[in-house]
């Protein structure tokens, strides 16, 4: 018997352990997960007491690429339409949910929320699980997601029966979620496939819509390491504001990429090696608004934003 929490790249023993009811730290494109299959409500009530997560906070249900996707969720036609286009990819889509999805998932709610990843560890894991896979990110609520196998070995620890490790994360920032419930669609959350695209694709006006309400876990205060951040748009402006709070080099950091796909790649763990050092206040460039930078950025307000 292994200890628990061990990092492992054997993908028909994760599959095993989440079969037999297990959970476990699951890599994919965008951030590790904290997966347990979605049919098992004991299974998934232990996700909720490992995150510290509020019950009624809803669950992604990550599908393989061979699922039938309208088991578990009802599709109009621009549901349809984004899920031929973007899927495997870092999309949410938010349907109508069947019988075949617990409310333990979804917070009693009706709608539930639908994934299929493009990670293939990812996709060879979820094949050989008997159903949905769910999966919040795999951090302690309200805190920094993780992006490596060691990061969730350093947030979860034991907590978990083990980790799969599918490498560093290629895009490092959680899924686009797009609403898609009667004639509208909305975005909860930006990511990696941008508004512009989701319009193209539906012909459809697409609003954001941001705040608790809609996508209950979606906290102001979010996302956010123990050091202070404080979005800049120069290095000379975090200098002087550095300055002017009379810091020591060591007590800053200044967080800077080359571009918006490197931000989100590597922004978590830029963030984590700041408090592991110490580092008391963060400053952070704001990024581009192009796609990745737009989804950076809503990252970097909620950490940001006045704790709770
Ligand atoms: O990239 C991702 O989406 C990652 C990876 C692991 O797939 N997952 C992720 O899960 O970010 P989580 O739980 O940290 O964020 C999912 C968000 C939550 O804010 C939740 O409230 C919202 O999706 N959500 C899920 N189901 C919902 C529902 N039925 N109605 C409204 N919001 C929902
Ligand atoms: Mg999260």
């Not at 989440?18 to 997960?33: A, K, W």
């Not at 998934?44 to 509020?54: C, L, M, Q, W, Y």
């Amino acid at each position: 018997m292994k200890n628990a929490g061990y990092i492992t790249t054997n993908v028909e023993e994760a599959a095993r352990i989440l079969n037999g009811g297990g959970v476990i730290g699951m890599p994919t494109e965008t951030v590790y997960g904290l997966a347990a299959r979605a049919d098992l409500e004991e299974s998934v009530g232990r996700i909720f007491d490992i995150k510290g997560r509020p019950r009624n906070h809803p669950l992604i249900a990550h599908l393989s690429p061979d699922a039938d996707a309208s088991h578990w969720g009802e599709f109009n036609e621009s549901a349809e339409r984004l899920a031929e286009l973007f899927w495997p990819g870092p999309l949410t889509l938010l349907v109508p949910r069947t019988q075949h999805i617990g409310v333990w998932v979804t917070g009693g709610r009706d709608s539930v929320a639908l994934r299929v990843p493009a990670h293939t560890v990812t996709q060879q894991l979820l094949r050989e699980v008997d159903d949905a896979v769910v999966a919040p990110s795999a951090n302690r609520f309200g805190k920094v997601s993780p992006t490596t196998a060691e990061h969730v070995a350093h947030d979860l620890g034991n907590t978990v029966d083990c980790i799969l490790d599918g490498g560093q994360c290629s895009i490092g920032v959680e899924s686009t979620i797009v609403e898609c419930v009667g004639e509208s669609i909305s975005i909860l959350r930006p990511g990696g496939i941008s508004a512009q695209q989701i319009s193209q694709a539906t012909g459809l006006t697409v609003s954001l819509v941001n705040g608790e309400s809609r996508a209950p876990g979606m906290l102001l205060s979010h996302y956010a390491p123990n050091a202070e951040l404080i979005i800049v748009s120069s290095s000379d402006e975090a200098q002087s504001l550095a300055m002017s709070r009379g810091l020591t080099n060591q007590q800053w950091h200044l967080m800077s990429f080359y571009d918006s796909e490197e931000y989100a790649m590597n922004m978590y763990h830029v963030l984590r090696q700041c408090d592991l050092r110490g580092e008391t206040v963060v400053f952070a460039i704001k990024p581009r608004e192009d796609a990745l930078g737009v989804a950076v950025l809503d990252r970097l307000l909620k950490a940001s934003a006045p704790r709770i």
